[in-house]
């Protein structure tokens, strides 16, 4: 994990393959929903959805969409002398890209998902009081931290 964690681009690309497989094997093909990954969502068309999550209803003239971003903490996000944290910045950024979701995408729920370690004194999930899960134990990847999961909903 640590060498992933200071490697060009962190771990995120694990995270979203592993997020991918997951919802496949819970919403599967025939149950009605589509999983993708690096979908073009956005009027910018150099940019892509990490994982859209979508379904037709056939009772009504409606398609639920569900477009996630996800962000994993690297070690270039930690000051390491404060313990502070990057990871809730790039989360904010990820949400304000929702403002291009193109048309034919709405409407939609958005949901950033960041992941990163827990301090003890101030990193990014420190200061989260609500829409976050510890989810592991202290990990050598994660300066000793605890792991934790965030993430914010946006209507679209």
């Keep these: 994990m640590e060498l992933c964690a200071i490697s060009n681009g962190g771990w995120e690309t694990w995270l979203q393959v592993e997020l991918w497989l997951l919802l496949r094997q819970h919403y599967p093909p025939s149950s009605g929903w589509t999983i993708s990954r690096e979908k073009r969502v956005y009027t910018d068309q150099l940019q892509r959805c990490d994982i859209l999550v979508s379904r037709t209803n056939p009772t009504q003239a409606s398609h639920e969409k569900h477009i996630i971003e996800l962000k994993a903490e690297v070690s270039s996000d930690i000051d390491h002398q404060s313990g502070r944290s990057a990871l809730r910045a790039r989360v904010g950024r990820e949400v304000d890209k929702f403002h291009g979701v193109a048309g034919g995408w709405r409407p939609a729920t958005g949901w950033v998902v960041g ?23 202290p990990l050598e990847g994660f300066w000793g931290q605890e792991v934790g999961v965030f993430w914010t909903k946006v209507g679209l």
């Design 115 to 137: 992941v990163g370690g827990i301090a003890p004194a101030g990193n990014a999930l420190a200061n989260v009081q609500e829409n976050w899960v510890r989810v592991g134990t």
